[in-house]
């Protein structure tokens, strides 16, 4: 297959799946180490290389999943608390064997601006999920309100100007690998020629 096919079909085949879907199977810590590995080659404006990576594997989850669902609870106004949410909160940490929380460490001169940071760190995570699709893991990138809470960036080691960015579950399908659909790109473009 010559690279230009192995960037499309990795690329088309990358998959957002939850890990209720995921199978009760481990992931080899050499494979997170080459995503991680991946991502750390992302373009960054003025290599400030803002991305954070906090790995949650065995019983991390277990705490993690706990912290989750209580933040959830202490953010969201009681009128919109939604116990199935509270529960779920705490289940998706524990049905993936590899969480991993992404932050964005903020320069401390802040000449590069907060949202290059923030989009530099976007480049990191589909490195990575690209990097997953590869070793046929699918992956779900989660930012819920706890999942981007200053309070999940503390909890990640991040200080009050850095942002914690969501997490990323990440596992091997327990089913078929997933298809997924766009509408046409036709419709996002416009060629200007002159
Ligand atoms: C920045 C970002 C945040 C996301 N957050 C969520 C989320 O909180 N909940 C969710 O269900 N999906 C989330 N997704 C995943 C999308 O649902 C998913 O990418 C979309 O359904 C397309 O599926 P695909 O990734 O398999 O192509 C997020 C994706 C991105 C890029």
Redesign the pocket.
């Known amino acids: 297959m010559s690279l230009i096919d192995s960037v499309n079909q990795v690329i088309r085949d ?5 890990p209720k879907m995921m199978a009760d199977k481990q992931v080899d810590p050499s494979v997170i180490q080459e995503m991680l590995e991946n991502a750390n080659w992302a373009p960054t404006h003025g290599l400030t290389e803002p991305w954070r990576f906090s790995v949650f594997t065995g019983s991390a989850r277990e705490k993690l999943a706990k912290f989750l669902a209580e933040t959830y609870k202490t953010l969201t106004p009681a009128e919109s608390f939604k116990q199935n949410k509270y529960e779920g909160m705490s289940q998706n940490a524990m049905l993936a064997p590899v969480v991993i929380a992404i932050g964005m460490k903020r320069q401390p001169s802040k000449k590069i601006p907060e949202l290059d940071e923030i989009q530099a760190v ?1 480049c990191a ?1 589909q490195n990575m ?1 690209l990097t997953a699709t590869a070793h046929g893991l ?1 992956a ?5 309100i706890a ?1 981007i809470s200053e309070e999940m960036a503390r909890y990640t080691g991040l200080n009050k100007e850095d942002r914690a ?2 997490l990323f579950y990440v596992g091997y399908p327990d089913q078929d690998w ?1 298809t ?3 509408q046409p790109v036709q419709d996002k473009i416009r060629w200007v020629g002159e």
Do not use: E
């Not at 990358?14 to 939850?18: H, I, M, N, P, Y």
């Open positions: 990358r998959r957002t799946l939850k976007a995570v999920h699918c779900f990138w989660s930012t819920n999942a960015l969501g997933p997924g659909s766009r």
